[in-house]
């Protein structure tokens, strides 16, 4: 996935600046009025949103066991799978509920008092402490057979998966007094050095214990894994050179020229680790890429780590040009009139990856739309890897937009966030009682009729952040982990450079 060399890069100011008039008016003449982000009418609607929201976990979770559904459908429908993720998200959302006064203390207490319970009696691996990653969300069950398909399934331990899990533990921990030492306790259970090797300095993807299989590793910085990382940096099972040892970009040598795109960039060397700082030229910034180049990859363990400001010169500029990507991917470069990428429930049914492919390093792309329409930069200098036509916005049919994508940006670009949700929910069906379907073709109209409970988590954790004053942010980074992981964030800096 590296960079069109001189292509976007050299591209001019003029063409720039139009480029950016072209997206405002967008926003301004077809979007409904928004009001300005931080007004009270948008923290009215933000409430209004956090409220729907919440009444689809309260919808999503079984009475009993604590846990929460994988998915809910517009029916009431709960699937009988969840996994280690959607318990995290549903702790987290139980906090943002109790902030913004969706429910009181007590009910807050109680609904995470059955699921630590749920937690403290479910089977995991030992002596890693980690989590399965499918289980009955009625009973705590470990899934052997997947419920839908009845297909055999082969237990595994995901090192994400039991990070973001992880992440709800440590919240809780740290804003329930009357389940600190029972969350704390789950938490330190849990070792993410089991994941870590040293061989490659990265993290492996997944362990089945009862196979042994343990494919190797999660190799992009941009990349929701990171949490998993974070963590086991912060609590010194991992050491703190592994953040380096991921790519930033692949190389930019002909050995690596299948990319679609290639890299411009330097080599730094942080903790002994020399780190190829690539980034891929996209509309006139560079940007360090995902393997997809999802929102979801590049944003969300900014919800709870703020590595915009630990990392200034890296994550600070990177963010908000990721944000501002995904925007003209949608509003120019492919012309859906709408915008936020990452993977989602496919409306037609389904699950799949979606993303600005330009901005992934995958060769087959996370694509905006169901139809999988690729680009391709070229690689200069390498044999056979001339550049390939741009495609037309027209060729950017049954594009996909999934809300919680949208809601990722909040922080960085608050006023676009809110009119492109305001225009989804005025021209689809895709907004009820509780609150955003996960995703709607554009072109044809097809609203997904499930919500996954890590997007609905997603959208929760963005809204209480802005109307809580960065309350998850305040919760995870403690003094503890501020000690450990701003000073490894902070010396680097990336090949991201604005406009």
Known sequence: MNEHVLWSIRRSAA??????????????????????????????????????????????????????????????????????????????????????????????????????????????????????????????????IWPSSGQPLVPILSSVDNGWLATGLHLVANSVPEHAARAEALFDSMHFGFYYRPEVNRIAFH???????????????????????????????????EYFGAWRTFPDTCDWSWQETKPLGVYRTYYGVDVFEGAYPYNGARIVPGWGGSMFEALMPA????????????????????????IHHGLVEAEYGYWGFSPANTPEGGYREYGVEGLGMNPEGYASNNDKTLVDQGFAGCPGRDPQPEPAPSAYTDGVVTPHAAFLALRWAPGAVLANLAKLERDFAIYDQWGFRDSVNVDTGVVSPYYLSLDQGIVMAAIGNELGHDMLRRAFATREFRRALRPVISIEEFGALSP
């Open 207 to 241: 362990v089945a214990p009862s196979t042994g299989e343990s494919p190797c590793c999660y190799d992009t910085i941009v990349s929701e894994s990171r949490i998993a990382s974070y963590i086991g940096i912060a609590t010194g099972e991992i050491p703190s050179r």
């Open 303 to 326: 919800l709870f780590v703020p590595e915009e400001k630990w990392g200034p010169r890296s994550w600070g500029l990177n963010h908000p040009l990721t944000v501002e990507a995904q």
């Open 15 to 144: 063409v720039r600046a139009l480029t950016l008039v072209c997206i405002l008016a967008v926003l301004a003449t077809s979007a409904p009025p928004v009001a300005t982000a931080g007004s009270r009418e948008t923290r009215q609607t933000l409430y209004r949103y956090a409220q729907d929201t919440w009444a689809s976990f309260v919808a999503m979770t079984d009475e009993n066991s604590g846990l929460p559904t994988d998915s809910l459908a517009a029916d009431g429908t709960r699937s009988v799978q969840t996994s280690t993720t959607n318990i995290g998200a549903y702790m987290w959302s139980t906090l943002v509920a109790e902030e913004l006064d969706l429910i009181s203390h007590g009910e807050a207490v109680a609904r995470l008092d059955r699921t630590l319970r749920s937690l403290e009696t479910m089977e995991r691996h030992q002596p890693s402490g980690q989590y399965y990653n499918w289980y009955d969300h009625r009973n705590g069950q470990v899934l052997t």
